[in-house]
Every structure is written in structure tokens, then in C-alpha cells.
Nanobody, 120 residues
């Protein structure tokens, strides 16, 4: 199983970016998906999660600015980031809880990380 993230980059304060993360490989079911981020010198923190049934959760720092969504048919999660601030600068990691076959346990998988830099 692989998670491939894309969409990071450099953006000015107030700008927008959209991150994508697709899960591929031997997959029976993709349960919760989400995004985490890690800024230099800080611990990795939760940004947002979404269940298979589209129930969402956001950290207080991004609520109202970021929107998470997913396409179950494509095993893909998206993060639309608006009104970006310099403090949103971090490496963003996608996470998926995946069951590889019918009788397997759910396991955590992580993408490779994509850099988001908010700067003028």
C-alpha cells in the first residue's frame, strides 16, 4: 500500500492551496483518512480527519479556513486550504487507516509529506 501526496508549494499569505493524497495497492477498505503537519522544531499535529462516511474533524487553528473531503471510489483525500497564514507553513502528511484484505486488521499508513510554505 502506498499513499502519494501532492499539491504543496509556496503561496502568499491569504492565498489558497489544495492538497491531494491517493492510496493505492492491495486495499480491501479505506476507513478514516486525514492530514497532519509538522513545522520545524515542532511535533507533528493533527490538521483534519474524515471518516468513510464523510464525518469531519478539524483542529481549532484551521477551522473555518480548511476543508477536508474524500472520494471513496478513488481512495483519495483532499485538503482545500484557504486564507493561508505564515503559521500554516509545515510539511503536510496524509494518513489513512486501511484494511488490506477481508480478514486483516486496520493499519496506519502515511504519505511521504508535501511542503507548504506561506510567505510574502
Amino acid at each position: 500500500v502506498q499513499l502519494q501526496a501532492s499539491g504543496g508549494g509556496l503561496v502568499q499569505p491569504g492565498g489558497s492551496l489544495r492538497l491531494s493524497c491517493a492510496a493505492s495497492g492491495s486495499i480491501f477498505s479505506v476507513n478514516a483518512m486525514g492530514w497532519y503537519r509538522q513545522a520545524p522544531g515542532k511535533q507533528r499535529e493533527l490538521v483534519s480527519t474524515i471518516t468513510r462516511y464523510h464525518m469531519t474533524n478539524y483542529s481549532d487553528s484551521v477551522k473555518g479556513r480548511f476543508t477536508i473531503s474524500r472520494d471513496n471510489a478513488k481512495n483519495t483525500v483532499y485538503l482545500q486550504m484557504n486564507s493561508l497564514k505564515p503559521e500554516d507553513t509545515a510539511v503536510y502528511y496524509c494518513n489513512s487507516k486501511i484494511i488490506r484484505h477481508r480478514f486483516a486488521r486496520e493499519q496506519d499508513y502515511w504519505g511521504q509529506g508535501t511542503q507548504v510554505t506561506v510567505s510574502s
